[in-house]
Each structure stands twice: as structure tokens, then as C-alpha cells.
């Protein structure tokens, strides 16, 4: 599955498209935020994998930054950072 993710700070929306069929791709837009708090940065932009929560709460996907790595954390404007999870609320 080839997917597309994009994020506005400003409209406070992530787009999701699916690319899997590029003569009619999928695209689902919902609200969204960055970081908990004011002193939390967005992620860097990039390549990235959604991948189930390591601590496997169900609520909360983790994202993989794709470097050499296989696991959370990267580099950001030298400082190391990890724990990036993408959240979703159920409804009804």
C-alpha cells in the first residue's frame, strides 16, 4: 500500500491519500494536531512508517522515521528524538 500523509499546522488537518490505485486514489481528510503541549516540535519532513504501537495500545500508532534505523528515534537539528505516535479517537 502506497499512501501519502500530509499536514497542515496551520489548517490543523492530516490528508491521507492511498496511492494503490493511482487511476482513483482514496483520500480521507481529518482534524488533527502536533504534539501535546506548545513545547512540543512537529516531526521532520520525510519519508515515514506507520507501524503498530510498540507498547501495543491500540488508540496510538508509532512512526518510524526511514533511515538506517529500525526503530523510533531521529536525528532532528541534532538533538535525538523518539516516541512519535499518531492517535486516533473512535466515535460512537
Known amino acids: 500500500m502506497s499512501l501519502q500523509i500530509e499536514f497542515s499546522i496551520s489548517k490543523r488537518k492530516l490528508k491521507i491519500t492511498d496511492l494503490s490505485n493511482r487511476a482513483n486514489p482514496v483520500h480521507i481528510e481529518m482534524d488533527a494536531i502536533s504534539g501535546n503541549n ?16 510498540p507498547r501495543g495500545t491500540r488508540n496510538y500508532f508509532a512512526l ?14 541534532g538533538t535525538w528524538r523518539d516516541g512519535i505516535r499518531m492517535g486516533h479517537n473512535r466515535t460512537g
Open 38 to 53: 506548545h513545547d512540543v516540535r512537529s516531526v521532520v519532513t520525510g519519508e515515514w512508517l506507520i507501524v503498530e504501537n
Open 64 to 77: 518510524f522515521y526511514v533511515d538506517k534505523n529500525i526503530n523510533d528515534q531521529f536525528l532532528d537539528e
